[in-house]
């Protein structure tokens, strides 16, 4: 029976066993080394210079996803609320339209009063409980919700009547760093609302036109405090901002409304269910592509657990071999390097 032991480095037995570890190891040593260079790195230079920003790079992108999960979620949530509200309303408003007896007349306005101030307050409580990702309008584009306003004195017609000018604009409450935009007689609403989009970009405020032609700005809602009294022009200094009132404001329906009103109050509802629909629709298809993208991010890939299952098969044997392939596979690996592989989850 041979007793001497050979001695043997991480390429050494040639046994299949240790072909896997020689595999095995660099691809450890290697994710936690990137961007170091093995040689003459310590391993806590290693887990400090070179793991560190790979674990914050996941970890920041796994956030992101579970950020993007959340608010889909609680845009659902919120959706469903509203949506149930509103089918309530449509029905007590179609039969008040129909003319109901007396009797019954008097309690369907009783309950649409408190159906109507039932949603009031629940699209009053919108920033509060949707998730920050359902505007005013109740649309849902799976980004952060934005204020949609306008700025007083400031419209295409004026604009262009002024002839050729320079308008600088600036954001921020000393004023900030102020933007010129060129614009002439010539030019056209496209042209002119692209121009101060570019000039507004930079400072958090973006421009456009509204279904009507008109100018219209927004930025996001966490950031509208800032905004709205701190914008300047040239020539003007500090302006005034309106917010653009949402399409649909049952505070502002009539309590004793008839006719062409509650026709006019029925036909808000109707549009409101359907942009309620599409946001439900685009929010369940935001919530299912992120869960997809957290699960490929979170779960190794399948050559990592095939590693995985044969180093752990190979641990529960007892034999001279195995006890070989896992010592040649653990070469170089400290502590730290194992921690800072666990901190890339």
Do not use: H
């Not at 032991?5 to 390429?11: C, D």
């Not at 030019?187 to 973006?206: F, H, L, N």
């Not at 369940?284 to 995985?308: F, I, K, R």
């Not at 529960?316 to 890339?344: F, H, I, M, N, Q």
Request: net charge neutral; charged share 20%; hydrophobic share 40%.
């Amino acid at each position: 029976m041979e007793t001497t032991l050979r001695t043997t480095t991480a390429g050494g037995t040639g046994s299949p066993l240790d072909t896997r570890a020689r595999v095995s190891a660099p691809v450890v040593r290697s994710r936690a080394a990137t961007n170091t260079g093995e040689t003459g790195a310590t391993d806590k230079q290693v887990a400090g210079s070179a793991a560190a920003p790979l674990r914050i790079n996941a970890t920041s992108a796994v956030g992101a996803l579970q950020d993007q999960v959340a608010r889909a979620q609680q845009a659902l949530d919120y959706l469903d609320q509203v949506q149930g509200q509103l089918e309530a309303v449509k029905g007590a408003l179609s039969t008040k339209l129909a003319g109901a007896r007396s009797a019954a007349r008097q309690q369907n306005d009783s309950q649409l009063g408190a159906q109507v101030r039932q949603l009031a307050a629940t699209l009053a409580a919108r920033q509060k409980n949707a998730g920050g990702g359902i505007d005013s309008n109740l649309n849902f584009t799976g980004n952060p919700a934005t204020q949609r306003f306008r700025i007083r004195g400031l419209d295409l017609a004026s604009l262009r009547s002024a002839g050729p000018q320079s308008l600088a604009f600036s954001v921020g409450g000393n004023g900030g760093p102020q933007l010129s935009v060129s614009i002439g007689p010539d030019q056209t609403d496209d042209e002119i609302a692209a121009a101060i989009d570019r000039a507004m970009s930079p400072m958090g405020v973006r421009a456009g036109l509204d279904g009507q032609g008109g100018l219209v700005f927004s930025t996001p809602e966490s950031n509208w405090p800032a905004v709205k009294d701190s914008i300047a022009i040239s020539g003007r200094g500090r302006v005034a901002t309106d917010e653009v009132s949402p399409a649909l404001a049952p505070q502002q329906w009539p309590a004793d409304s008839t006719g062409d009103a509650l026709r006019s109050s029925l036909r808000e509802v109707v549009q409101a269910l359907e942009r309620v629909r599409r946001s439900r629709d685009a929010a369940s298809n935001a919530l299912s592509a992120a869960t997809v993208e957290m699960t490929q991010a979170t779960t190794p890939p399948p050559e990592a657990q095939d590693a995985a299952q044969q180093f752990a098969s190979t641990a529960t044997k007892p034999d001279y071999e195995s006890l070989l392939s896992l010592t040649s596979a653990l070469v170089g690996v400290s502590r730290e390097r194992v921690l800072a592989l666990l901190g890339l989850r």
